[in-house]
């Protein structure tokens, strides 16, 4: 059973930073590449980050890059995602996924697994 957690989220004031964790089960994270996509009130999905799980390349979004890192941990069973510099733009619940890295930047409402998000709120 494919199990994907977020966690993390909060509140910030804009130029703060948080990390996002994502906990991941029922399968090997090798497997799959796991990635981020957020979704702002009124806004459609977005795709934020992702890191491959054949050879752990990291691909971002051009309005978080510079500003994220995603990396995972050495068991091979979290995500994170850390976040600085946030910007009041970045205020969305925050979702884990994992399909191809293709679909988690995009966006695509094909994404095969996902879970429940995790609220980050920027405000001063």
């Known amino acids: 059973h494919v199990q994907l957690q977020a966690s993390g989220g909060g509140l910030v004031q804009p130029g703060g930073s948080l990390r996002l964790s994502c906990a991941v089960s029922?399968?090997?994270?090798?497997?799959?590449?796991i990635g981020w996509f957020r979704q702002a009130p009124g806004k459609e999905r977005e795709g934020v980050s992702c890191i491959s799980g054949s050879d752990g390349r990291t691909y971002y979004e051009d309005s978080v890059k510079g500003r994220f890192t995603i990396s995972r941990n050495d068991a091979g069973n979290t995500v994170y995602l850390e976040m600085n510099s946030l910007k009041f733009e970045d205020t969305a619940v925050y979702y884990c996924?994992?399909?191809?890295?293709?679909?988690?930047?995009?966006?695509?409402?094909?994404?095969?697994?996902w879970g429940q998000g995790t609220l980050v709120t920027v405000s001063s």
């Open positions: 029922g399968f090997t994270l090798d497997d799959y590449a």
């Open positions: 996924a994992a399909e191809s890295c293709s679909l988690i930047l995009d966006g695509s409402s094909q994404i095969g697994y």
